[in-house]
């Protein structure tokens, strides 16, 4: 719970005040990549902080549950780990350096991401390659359904696993057949 609640209130920072990367302003489309911008800080430096928890926390998490729990492989445990795994990719493919807003010069936008999803975005930089408008939107999109996903899919695991759980039927008494 406090993971799910970091990896939140970190993303929702992150997506309120990351700001491009000055150096990068005098960037010239088509040019190529530059050197690597600053680290993260700030925000980003805790989100990225929480979300290597969660991959640790979902990979040795899973391994247990299926090993001590539930005695097989849960679809939930696999497809986790694959989620967790975009979370991160996207999470890296869209950290800009410089927002290219329509015509207007980088200096002018503004800080967040909530810029790349608007109808005002021309393409962002980032420190490995430029991504125009509709791909850099489902991107991010894709990057902010992770933890939804995660937090609906554990649930409904959860409840299916507590519904075939032979141990749990026989503690309880309830019999299934019906007589």
Avoid: C
Avoid at 54 to 80: D, E, I, Q
């Amino acid at each position: 719970m406090i993971l799910t609640l970091g990896l939140f209130a970190t993303g929702v920072g992150t997506f309120l005040t990351h700001r491009p990367d000055p150096n990068w302003y005098n960037y010239v489309e088509g040019q190529g990549v530059q050197p690597f911008g600053v680290p993260s800080e700030g925000w980003a430096a805790w989100h990225g902080l929480f979300a290597d928890a969660a991959f640790m926390l979902v990979l040795f998490g899973s391994a247990w549950f299926v090993y001590k729990v539930s005695f097989y492989v849960v679809r939930f445990a696999a497809a986790a780990l694959v989620v967790v795994l975009l979370g991160h990719v996207t999470g890296s493919i869209i950290r800009f350096n410089v927002v290219k807003l329509q015509g207007k010069a980088f200096e002018d936008a503004g800080a967040g991401y909530w810029q790349l999803l608007s109808g005002e975005l021309e393409y962002i930089v980032t420190a490995r390659f430029e991504m125009t408008a509709a791909v850099t939107q489902l991107w991010v999109i894709a990057h902010m359904l992770t933890l939804p996903v995660l937090v609906v899919g554990a649930l409904v695991s959860l409840r299916q696993v507590g519904r075939s759980d032979p141990l749990r039927s026989a503690v309880s008494g309830a019999d299934r057949s019906g007589g």
